[in-house]
């Protein structure tokens, strides 16, 4: 038969759980602090530190499945503004992605050395024509400079 206990942790001979030790406390940007505590005091702040950090997860995950649900049915709603106080209670912004495509056609002129003899405007543009966006909201994913001729 299998023995199926789980071994016993040993405690290491130097532990001390009424080990008084100092440690930095710090509180963001602000100038830290020294503080004095026990060593159990210290590993259950750190417990409840990590129960704490786990539960988090789990709360920002349910957020981010009811910012989902929100989102997906905001326009069609026939109650919007309860779904907006939702939404500002649990700082969710109302946003979608959008994936979009444009077609942008662009002329001007160019400067042309003559003394540089032959001068291939069309690699030129693939070479310095690019796209920007002056909204932050906007982001160019692709540029592709295609058709380039000289008119």
Known sequence: MEDTTTPAVTVPDTYNANLLVTYKVIHGYSDAEYATDKVASIEWSLHNGRQAQKHNGVLNGKIDTVKDIITEAYADSDDQETLRAIAEALDIELTREVEWSATIEVSGTISVDLL????????????????????????????????????
């Open 116 to 151: 540089e003899g032959d001068v291939d405007v069309e690699q030129e543009i693939y070479d310095n024509l690019y796209v920007d966006s002056q909204n932050g909201q906007i982001e160019i994913v692709d540029t592709e400079v295609t058709n380039v001729r000289e008119n």
